[in-house]
């Protein structure tokens, strides 16, 4: 029953979320300068042929008339055709004249849902890589307030939290896959090839992980059903990790949902840096080449993706804390 | 002779370490149990008696440290022994029960769940089933109704009655051959306190246990325990029976301790009489209704009813009292009084007029004349303000004249309310609560008002404060001409200021009455209820036994039909069930909402002579 | 930690005399913290040094000299090399770049959490305070907000437009505001609920005067230390944005336009991409310190009134 009303009630709001993402990113992209149709067509194109490719492409209707037929076409699953990807491999150089009825465009949701996998991947590595680092530093830390190892926990968040993803990426790929060949670094050949970019990231997601283990471990060993749990009996081990962490496992699990977009633009920095063949890459790439309806996708699946793990993070937290049911 | 002692406690003394600095909390402190004995500990805020429970235990962290002395149970001193060998009887032959049940569990699992983790811990032979099955035993022991089903509920699922009741089986579950019961009634209503009182008394002979049971409140120590010690600032100042400590108190601390305590009946009570001055306010069929959407549904709502049809007018001069217990409406009705909210139905009319019908702006001149003291001292106040500034405030929103002519106000309200002068320019911070409550009080003084609402504003404070602002109220009353409603669930201190008395139960009044019919002729039954429960050393002509009630309130979402209180009602008749009885005259001018109010209306108890 | 006051009625939690205001105790927490004096210092220098030092260099930043390209730190060859940090491809000195850098980064920083805190705590007050619809709409635009993730929409909008300074200010504040807008609502709402704004309403007053007198300055501190992380993360996402090609454009010297150029000559001339790392590293920890610094000496005051 509770779960029912709750999905209706996220979903719904989720749509609405959708919608003006939607809304933003199509606005943004009409108003901005470029000329898709000539883009697609490639500068060298005369200029009827341009004309001719907006006409057809419907770029000559009224913004909202083209966000009415965008929105219809989403709703049906169609995110529309790459301007410049073929259905197959290499990209059509965008200088040269393209014939403009050629119709062999990939579509923007196979392509995204190609590169979905690798990217699922490199980010299910990271989270791994990230609570191994944070969870011993943030627990120890939130044990022993002004310990030790809270110091060290409070020193080494500071300094992973002002290391340039990017940055650390460059000299961790010279380092480790250059100088020292322990661990491959360029493109995507099999599963060594994510542990590199994944740590980098998982460099760049601790220092939240470990703030927040810290403060809330420290909050809720001062509750009073913790103080009180060796006087009812209760071994050291089990408070620890029967009771604190699992009430400080809430405010994780919301720190989740928000840096999530953290995580995601991780993703597509370090994505381009070790040349990962995932989302990240193809947006990047879309970017720097105006594919407008690609670039459009990409953001509307990731807003989608945001907005069904937010959902899974509150599922997950009414399971752990029943008084989160509303 | 000390080995057949069950606990023996030897020179016990505790410091607060903090750097340097070192402040006894406790001093010296002996005594001794016997097995199945009852010994009461009984001390003031501030006396050092949870931790002295808390030394018992074993159970002390920093910045507590015991400095000197023994703890003796069975012949080992727990305060020697390692984490292990604690684990071995803590918990287990131990057991604690502290003053805040709501927070004594992990509030995201089921308590059964809870309860079968500790008794499996320090029984780690006990199967899963045997143990689960040992608490659903006890849970049904405390007269926790369907414990099957409350098993697996989780704390915040429990009122703060029941959940004293599980702790209670938290701590028994393991037949504890000793138990520290410390201040365990503290935060309930009185009629669940007196509740827990009488299921503590009926388990200690089924489980022969030996207690220590530690309060603020005489009259429930002395009614349960076989000794009694007197703990004042960290020191035992006298150790007696209850009979000898009340009859030939020793010590000067005891006779005060004694002299304080309020009294609700005998021939020395100072008898209040209702007066009959204009009407100052004016409440009819009062209603409110909070919407809250259902837990677990998309678009489906409950209505609470907390203010269910109030009439009642409130007349120049006079101490108006409403009292109650938590959830029975009284904080809603005190904000609708106060404005903060507007009534869905029926009108409040404030000299005359009805407030609903006034302008803003007539309103916020209107509002200097019924000014709101609020419960709690330390959030009531901006803590960024030094105290002149929050004085001012008032003025300043009322516009109350020139820079130098606000000060002048300011200064001299504080002198009327007794503050020195020179904390105009300090902050809150470091302010007693009776101090912060002179600031309040201060604050609606200088808008010279007519009708003062406190809402529990004495609730906080200790007796010595409470009775110094009490003194303060008349001062002004006489002064001014105030008028006061007193929104309380202290029976003693309604007892000792009001003129006429209102009881509310779910919503609604069910007995308006004078002071002396109220406390001696009461004719509701949950009004006799209330009574039975306050603790006091008073020849009690409402004994628990005859008018406690079991259970608790309906919820406010759920009202029953026809009388609201009938689910709980010794005396329901059958018309109980089909209309709900409005509050019918009586005697004299008292009103009763029951039905059989009427019909043996003129009848005193018997235990009145 | 050591903590000398005169007068000690009150102890309170961490030690200090009750009635110095929460406020000045958490400075005095903070300042005596060696993670903020270590950051304050630092910082303090680094700052100092990229005001004064390109201004009385000898060298142009942008000035290329292809005698001196590619010369190492003085610490690794020459210390006699006029080129503390070694110098670029083009042989540009670097640490005059960095400094150049250092200053683009800090003032697109502030810049950029200056407008998010004015356009988040704006929103988060109103919808906080007002509740009702426009809550409603406000937190489904921080929602809607919140779910592009910050560094797609500003690399989508500076890829198709020109980044210029103002671009990129008005695009990271643009993405950055609705999580001040969700912290401001939820201390809106929290403050709102206290007994004293209770007691201010009973007094008469006013909706604007109390959001004006009691709220907005209670939910201004805790804001504001997240601003000053912020700064932080802000500079680290003008270095990205640098770093591929959307930044400030050169010859303007960025973190980010420098580290990439280095990237080339990773394996001939390590220092060209490492030292701008190593050197923003040190500028954000040392910001990082002071924050969090802050931060934590906030908690601990907070700990101690309750």
């Known amino acids: ?326 | 002779m000390t080995d057949k002692k069950l606990l023996r406690v030897d020179g016990l003394s505790v410091d607060v370490v903090k750097g340097t600095m070192v402040t006894p909390v406790l001093s010296d402190i002996s005594f001794s149990l016997n097995t199945g004995h009852v010994l009461g500990v009984i001390g003031e805020a501030g006396s050092g008696k949870t931790v002295l429970s808390r030394a018992l235990v074993n159970g002390l962290g920093p910045p507590l440290e015991i400095s000197s002395g023994q703890v003796i149970y069975k012949g080992r001193n727990i305060l020697d022994l390692s984490q292990r060998e604690l684990r071995l009887i803590r918990g287990k032959e131990i057991g604690y029960i502290g003053a805040n049940p709501m927070g004594s569990l992990d509030p995201t699992m089921a308590i059964g769940e809870q309860i079968v983790e500790k008794l499996r811990s320090v029984r780690p032979d006990m199967s899963a089933v045997a143990a689960k099955e040992r608490v659903l035993d006890v849970l049904a022991s405390v007269h926790i109704p369907s414990p099957e089903a409350r098993f697996h509920e989780f704390p915040f699922q429990f009122s703060g009655g029941m959940m004293q009741r599980v702790m209670i089986v938290d701590a028994l579950v393991t037949d504890p051959t000793f138990l520290v019961a410390d201040n365990i009634t503290q935060a309930l209503d009185v009629t669940v306190a007196a509740q827990i009182i009488r299921l503590i008394e009926e388990l200690r002979l089924k489980f022969n246990t030996a207690i220590v049971f530690v309060s603020s409140s005489l009259p429930v120590v002395s009614s349960l325990a076989d000794e009694i010690l007197v703990l004042h600032e960290g020191k035992i100042v006298e150790h007696s029976t209850p009979h000898e400590l009340i009859n030939q108190p020793r010590h000067d601390y005891t006779k005060s301790l004694l002299a304080r305590l309020p009294r609700i009946w005998g021939d020395d009570v100072k008898q209040l009489a209702e007066n009959n001055g204009d009407v100052v306010l004016s409440v009819r069929d009062v209603a409110k209704t909070y919407v809250v959407r259902k837990r677990g549904t998309f678009n489906d709502h409950n209505y609470v009813q907390a203010v269910r049809g109030v009439s009642f007018d409130i007349h120049e001069g006079e101490n108006f009292g409403i009292v109650g217990e938590s959830g029975c409406g009284k904080s809603t009705l005190t904000r609708l009084l106060a404005w903060l909210e507007t009534p869905d139905a029926g009108t409040i009319r404030f000299q005359g007029f009805d407030l609903a019908e006034l302008t803003k702006a007539e309103l916020v001149t209107m509002r200097s004349s019924f000014q709101l003291l609020l419960q709690d001292p330390y959030n009531a106040l901006p803590s960024r303000m030094p105290v002149g500034r929050i004085i001012a405030e008032s003025l300043y929103i009322h516009d109350g004249g020139s820079k130098e002519e606000i000060r002048r106000k300011v200064l001299s309200a504080m002198e009327e309310v007794g503050l020195p002068k020179d904390l105009e320019n300090s902050l809150t911070v470091g302010l007693s609560a009776g101090q912060r409550q002179r600031v309040c009080i201060a604050r609606a003084l200088v808008l010279e008002p007519k009708l003062l609402i406190l809402d529990e504003t004495l609730s906080a404070l200790d007796q010595v404060e409470q009775a110094q602002l009490l003194e303060l109220f008349a001062l002004l009353q006489e002064k001014y001409r105030f008028t006061y409603v007193f929104i309380s669930h202290d029976m003693a201190m309604v007892r000792k200021v009001c003129n006429r008395i209102a009881v509310m139960y779910l919503g609604k009044i069910v007995e308006l009455a004078g002071n002396s019919i109220l406390f001696e002729n009461p004719q509701h039954p949950y009004s006799k209820a209330l009574l039975s429960a306050v603790p006091t050393l008073d020849d009690h002509p409402f004994q628990a036994e005859e008018y406690l009630l079991d259970g608790e309130p309906p919820s406010p979402v759920d009202i029953p039909q026809g009388c609201t209180f009938m689910t709980r009602c010794p005396a329901r008749m059958k018309i109980c069930g089909s209309r709900e009885p409005d509050l019918n005259i009586t005697v004299g001018r008292a009103q009763s909402a029951c039905f059989r109010a009427t019909e043996m209306g003129d009848e005193v108890p018997h235990q009145l002579k | 930690m050591d903590i000398k006051v005169k007068n000690m009625v009150q102890p309170s939690m961490d030690g200090m005399d009750l009635s110095v205001s929460p406020a000045k105790r958490m400075w005095i927490l903070a300042w005596n913290s060696a993670a903020f004096k270590f950051g304050f210092f630092i910082f303090g220098a680094l700052m100092l040094t990229a005001l004064v030092y390109p201004e009385f260099s000898s060298v142009d930043p942008t000035k290329m000299n292809y005698r001196a390209r590619l010369l190492p730190p003085i610490f690794v060859g020459d210390w006699t090399s006029a080129h503390p940090l070694g110098t670029d491809q083009l042989g540009r000195d670097l640490l005059l770049r960095c400094l150049v850098g250092l200053r683009y980064s800090v003032l697109i920083g502030v810049t950029t959490v200056v407008l998010m805190f004015i356009l988040g705590c704006g929103l988060g007050l109103v919808s906080g305070y007002k509740g009702g619809v426009i809550d409603t709409i406000i937190m489904r635009l921080t929602d809607a907000q919140l779910s592009i993730p910050m560094i797609i929409l500003a690399i989508a909008v500076l890829g198709v437009s020109r980044p210029t300074v103002p671009a990129i200010i008005i695009v990271l504040g643009m993405a950055g505001w609705p999580l001040y807008a969700r912290v401001a609502r939820s201390v809106t709402m929290s403050e709102r609920q206290r007994e004293y704004i209770r007691g201010e309403r009973v007094l008469g007053a006013s909706d604007w005067r109390i959001l004006f007198l009691f709220i907005a300055p209670a939910v201004l501190p805790p804001i504001a230390f997240v601003a000053i992380l912020d700064v932080a993360r802000m500079m680290i996402f003008e270095s990205i944005l640098g770093f591929l090609g959307l930044g400030v454009q050169p010859p303007t010297p960025t973190f980010g336009n420098i580290i990439a150029d280095g990237r080339k000559y990773l394996i001939n001339a390590w220092w060209v991409a490492t030292m701008p790392g190593i050197f923003l590293l040190v500028t954000l920890t040392s910001l990082n310190l002071m924050g969090s610094a802050f931060e934590k000496a906030r908690n601990q005051v907070l700990k101690g009134e309750h």
């Open chain 1, 1 to 326: 029953m509770f779960i029912l009303g709750f999905l209706t009630r996220r979903i719904l709001q989720g749509f609405i979320v959708l919608f003006l993402v939607t809304f933003a990113i199509f606005t943004l992209l009409r108003v901005v300068p470029g000329d898709p149709a000539r883009l697609i067509v490639g500068g060298m194109a005369p200029d009827n042929v341009v004309a001719q490719k907006a006409e057809e492409l419907g770029l000559n209707d009224p913004i909202p008339v083209q966000f009415i037929t965008y929105l219809g076409q989403l709703v049906q699953g169609d995110m529309g055709n790459s301007f410049l990807r073929p259905k197959s491999g290499a990209i059509v150089g965008a200088s040269e004249y393209d014939d403009p009825t050629r119709g062999n465009r990939a579509q923007v949701l196979d392509l995204i849902l190609e590169r979905l996998p690798l990217t699922l991947q490199l980010a299910g590595v990271s989270i791994v890589f990230c609570l191994l680092i944070a969870f011993p530093l943030g627990v120890a830390g939130g044990l022993r307030p002004g310990s030790w190892m809270d110091r060290l926990a409070f020193f080494a968040g500071s300094l992973f939290v002002s290391m340039p993803n990017f940055w650390l990426g460059i000299v961790l790929a010279m380092l480790i896959s250059v100088k020292m060949g322990l661990l491959p670094s360029i493109g995507y050949k099999g599963f060594s090839y994510t542990i590199l970019p994944a740590f980098v990231l998982a460099i760049e997601l601790a220092p939240f992980v470990i703030r927040t283990l810290t403060v809330s471990i420290a909050q809720v060993m001062q509750e009073e059903f913790i103080t009180i749990a060796p006087i009812r009996g209760l071994t050291p081990f089990r408070i620890v990790f029967a009771h604190a962490i699992r009430n400080a496992s809430i405010p994780l699990l919301n720190l989740f949902g928000i840096q999530l977009g953290t995580l995601l633009g991780g993703v597509l920095v370090v994505e381009y840096i070790f040349d990962y063949p995932g989302l990240g890459l193809l947006t990047i790439n879309s970017v720097l080449q105006r594919d407008f309806p690609l670039i459009q996708g990409i953001a509307i699946f990731i807003s989608g993706i945001f907005v069904f793990i937010n959902i899974i993070v509150d599922l997950a937290a009414t399971a752990i804390d029943p008084r989160l049911e509303y």
